[in-house]
């Protein structure tokens, strides 16, 4: 079976600095999965290449079998792989309503997602919608860059460090998005540095640390030991 996504020995540089060696990973379709790792794992430049906001050699990212690595983000957004950045990243003199919007340009043909779906799955926005959405608390923000991706109808959500400086209350909300998601047929990729909560979520999880990959499995294979030196190195 083709997977939904894989990459095939990527690199990537920023410069003359390599920030990833050689990851080799895959999604298969349905899948949730979690990419755990230290700050500076290289977790963000894995997501960066996949989205197409780093471009690689043609061959070293695939979606369905097909080379995605260098046609950039506009068309692996239109290809249905969307990205929520770590950060957030919102427009932040717009109102909640024009953020989401605005995710939903070039969106895949087909897909569940519309504002009334995504409001349904954030009652809050709704509420919100008129608002600046540099006006929302950070959990809100949250939930308009999820909101903001799925607008485009993806069939792969890449998410980047969701929890980052919210509460637990907030992020166990977050998360219970997620099963809808799931629902909706999308295939997730999530960053977590919370090992925890990524073993709790993903099918599988991948390790990384000094931009390679070093464990996999199922979150019910990994020992406790084993992920701890593949998170911080051997002691
Ligand atoms: P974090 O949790 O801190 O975001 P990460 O695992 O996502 O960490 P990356 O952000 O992918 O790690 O960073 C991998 C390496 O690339 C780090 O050494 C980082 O300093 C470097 N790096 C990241 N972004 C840039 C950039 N724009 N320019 C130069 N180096 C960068």
């Not at 996999?216 to 406790?224: I, Q, V, Y």
């Amino acid at each position: 079976m083709t997977s939904l996504i894989e990459t095939k020995g990527l690199t990537a540089f920023y410069g003359d600095f390599q920030a990833i060696f050689g990851v080799d990973m895959r999604l298969d379709a349905g899948e949730t999965i979690a990419v755990i790792g230290a700050n500076g794992a290289g977790k963000s430049t894995l997501m960066r290449s996949i989205a197409g906001v780093i471009a690689n050699l043609p061959e070293m990212v695939l979606h369905r079998g097909q080379a995605i690595g260098a046609i950039g983000a506009p068309d692996v957004v239109r290809r249905g792989i969307a990205l929520v950045p770590e950060g957030r990243k919102l427009f932040p003199s717009l109102s909640v309503e024009e953020n989401l919007q605005i995710g939903g340009y070039g969106r895949r043909a087909g897909g569940p997602w519309t504002l009334e779906t995504i409001y349904d799955l954030f009652p809050i926005l709704k509420e919100r919608r008129r608002y600046p959405a540099t006006a929302l608390s950070g959990g809100q923000q949250q939930m308009v860059a999820i909101g903001r991706a799925l607008m485009s109808n993806p069939e792969v959500l890449l998410c980047d460090e969701l929890s980052l400086g919210l509460a637990p209350v907030v992020i166990r909300d977050i998360y219970a998005a997620f099963s809808k998601i799931r629902a909706s047929g999308a295939a997730i990729i999530i960053v977590e540095q919370d090992i925890a909560q990524a073993l709790k979520v993903a099918d599988r999880v991948y390790c990384m640390m000094e931009g390679r990959i070093t464990l996999t499995g199922r979150p019910s294979e990994l020992e406790p030991a084993a992920i701890h030196s593949a998170y911080f190195g051997a002691d």
